[in-house]
């Protein structure tokens, strides 16, 4: 292909998954599948790594993310980020609507929103492609985020149609309910502590360093005010509905998201409307938004000291109703972390009925100061999940104690641990205790691990209470007939759970190693280790150091995968799965060339166009590897920018070549 074709073929491709992109994460109205979608982007990462001089600084490669961002340079807005004023009744909003409307002498129309509850957010777009996205911070300079924003798929990285050629976008960054429980889902299965709300989640990923792992944590987005020294248009309104044609993701009309209307009652019923419907939003929200739409009367109300005068929020009170505490019990979760739970007495709030809380752990129980037999006050916010958020002490009778947590195993009755600056109590028992058990063999099964096909919770259930299954490695020996005698196994179920289980040897070590279930070892830390050290054997004699070596490997999971293979059952049970053929080692790659081949390279400082990591990658591919420090025996140091002036004396001293990031391209593209 002539560097002209290149150039032509990734910009078409690139053009290709803009609009598949847009169509499915705005629209919501796809047209490919996941699969033929994957193909389209495979084809422009190839070319792109081929012709790196025409990979663009806004190709939709980098939703995959891959930049990592050491630290955030502040910025300062273009157009100060102010707050907006609160109101609470129905009262404070007429009052409200009373002062705006002596301030103009015409007819107001109003634009009622939904209140998004994430991160706020202001993106700069020049001739349609974007620039910088940057958080709220003060007000007047915030956080640049832009390469963790880029992988937000609702965010065009390019526009379409007659977009201004200088502009910013506000909006708000938020975790659907969807993506927040899934991520928590697999937190709970590899042992970390669970996040506490959507907003949090979505603020704490926005600021991670690693873009890949921003691209994974699902994060959306609503855009709701365009600001531009030339205006748009007339109104707020018809602006936004504007930007939906430049391809943002704003706020739709058919779903009452937005809404203009004239007066108070329209307000309020917009409010009323919400107040009841938000439960059932994908997404949580905190209140209203009601601005006034034209512009030139938005500039004729000014702002006060923090807020502008042509807009307020109305906030939903949190449903608060009092419910008696029957009883706290415990479950044991699969990494044996013990949560309590409060067994309530029947109550509705905010239309459904709730008979459970989570009490989470010991110290909220503590700081509570729950008592057996309280009467408690139960609180749903925007949020999925009520809580409970205090108790009625007026109700409280002298006759009952402090909720004492128990200090031994529900499940198994061994004595539990907590660990020093842990929040949970763990039951240690990993090997016998019936719900570890049970839980460790239904995270190996699952999609992203071993992948068992017709083996769901129920016969796995079925399989423990037989006898048939201790731990995963017993799968690998049942027999068809085993299986037949169980209850609701029929042939055909037999021979396709059979099939699942003989096909999962085919999986690779990074999902086998992930499947293990080794705490805090998730499926991005399973690839790193298999990345680095190849095979199990190697990471079992590791030294604490050298897993601390690994990229994001710290402490707590050094520790953890030290511990584990400290465990001779656990050593025991590596061992029946190898024999069962179970993948222990690293596929063999396929390099793209021998050009490194004996070559020992350094990276160190930042670079443009690949991350750290896609340089190793690259560098092994081509049949070279990577050490962390110069040594004597160091061939090639790749420089980025802001290189440690430890490695360049050293290099210096050894008398090794130091090559840039192009240049390196140039080697590997020979
Ligand atoms: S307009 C000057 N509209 O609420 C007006 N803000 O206190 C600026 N928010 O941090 C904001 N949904 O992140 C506006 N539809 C909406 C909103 C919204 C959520 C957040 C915003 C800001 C806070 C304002």
Redesign the pocket.
């Known amino acids: 292909m002539t560097q002209d074709e290149a150039k032509q073929k990734i910009l078409v491709l690139s053009a290709e998954i803009h609009r598949h992109n847009h169509l499915y994460y705005v629209e919501n109205a796809s047209q490919l599948d996941d699969f033929d979608f994957d193909m389209l982007l495979k084809q422009l990462e190839a070319l792109e790594l081929e012709f790196p001089q025409f990979a663009f600084e806004n190709s939709p490669s980098k939703r995959v993310g891959g930049d990592i961002t050491k630290k955030f340079e502040t910025v300062r807005h273009r157009f100060p980020?102010?707050?907006?004023s609160n109101t609470y009744s129905e009262e404070e909003i007429s009052e409200w609507v009373t002062r705006v409307q002596k301030l103009v002498a015409e007819p107001i129309d109003f634009v009622c929103?939904?209140?998004?509850d994430?991160?706020?957010i202001g993106i700069h777009y020049e001739n349609g492609q974007l620039l910088k996205a940057v958080t709220?911070g003060d007000g007047e300079k915030g956080e640049d985020v832009t390469n963790n924003v880029k992988t937000i798929r609702s965010i065009p990285l390019q526009l379409s149609n007659d977009f201004p050629l200088d502009f910013d976008i506000?909006g708000?960054i938020f975790m659907p309910h969807s993506q927040f429980q899934r991520i928590n889902l697999e937190r709970e299965a590899i042992g970390e502590q669970l996040f506490a709300n959507p907003r949090n989640t979505a603020s704490g990923t926005l600021k991670m360093q690693d873009s890949k792992l921003v691209a994974e944590r699902g994060l959306d987005s609503y855009l709701?005010?365009i600001y531009s020294t030339e205006p748009i248009d007339q109104g707020h309104y018809e602006s936004v509905m504007r930007a939906a044609s430049w391809g943002f993701k704003t706020p739709n009309p058919s779903k009452r998201f937005i809404e203009k209307t004239k007066d108070l009652a329209g307000i309020m019923d917009f409010i009323r409307y919400w107040d009841l419907e938000r439960s059932n939003l994908p997404f949580d929200i905190d209140g209203i938004?009601i601005?006034v739409n034209n512009y030139q009367q938005q500039k004729s109300m000014g702002f006060t000291a923090k807020?502008?005068r042509w807009?307020t929020?109305f906030k939903f009170k949190a449903k608060r109703v009092e419910t008696a505490l029957i009883t706290v019990s415990y479950q044991v979760g699969r990494t044996g972390s013990i949560t309590p739970v409060a067994n309530l007495s029947p109550v509705l709030i905010g239309g459904t009925t709730v008979k459970r809380a989570s009490l989470h752990n010991a110290d909220q129980i503590e700081k509570l100061m729950l008592h057996e037999n309280d009467v408690v006050y139960l609180e749903k916010g925007g949020e999925i999940i009520p809580k409970i958020v205090g108790v009625n002490l007026d109700k409280r009778s002298g006759d009952f104690g402090p909720i004492q947590f128990i200090s031994n195993c529900p499940e198994c009755n061994a004595l539990l641990v907590r660990s020093e600056g842990e929040a949970n109590h763990y039951c240690p028992n990993e090997t016998s205790c019936p719900p570890q058990v049970k839980g460790k063999i239904q995270h190996f099964i699952s999609r992203k691990a071993l992948n068992i096909d017709g083996l769901g919770e129920e016969t796995i259930e079925l399989l423990f209470e037989k006898e048939l299954i201790r731990d995963v490695s017993d799968l690998y020996v049942l027999k068809a007939e085993q299986l037949l005698q169980l209850d609701r196994m029929a042939e055909k179920s037999v021979s396709s759970l059979l099939a699942g289980i003989e096909l999962s040897k085919n999986v690779t070590f990074e999902r086998v190693l992930f499947g293990l279930g080794i705490r805090f070892v998730g499926e991005t830390v399973a690839k790193k280790l298999v990345r680095y050290f190849k095979n199990i054997d190697a990471i079992q004699s590791a030294t604490y150091d050298q897993l601390n070596e690994v990229e994001e490997i710290g402490e707590k999971i050094a520790m953890s995968v030290q511990q584990y293979f400290l465990d001779t059952s656990n050593l025991a049970l590596i061992n029946r799965l190898k024999s069962a053929g179970l993948c222990f080692v690293k596929e063999s790659e396929v390099l793209d060339s021998t050009i490194l081949r004996d070559k020992t390279l350094v990276i160190s400082g930042t670079f443009s166009v690949f991350s750290r990591e896609e340089l190793k990658e690259l560098i092994e591919k081509n049949g070279g590897k990577v050490a962390s420090s110069v040594s004597s025996k160091t061939d090639y140091l790749v420089a980025g920018d802001n290189m440690g002036p430890a490695k360049l004396k050293a290099a210096n001293g050894f008398g090794v070549n130091i090559i840039s990031e192009e240049n390196f391209i140039k080697i590997i593209s020979l």
């Open positions: 980020m102010l707050s907006l929103e939904l209140k998004y994430g991160v706020a709220r506000r708000e709701y005010g938004v601005k807020s502008p807009a929020s």
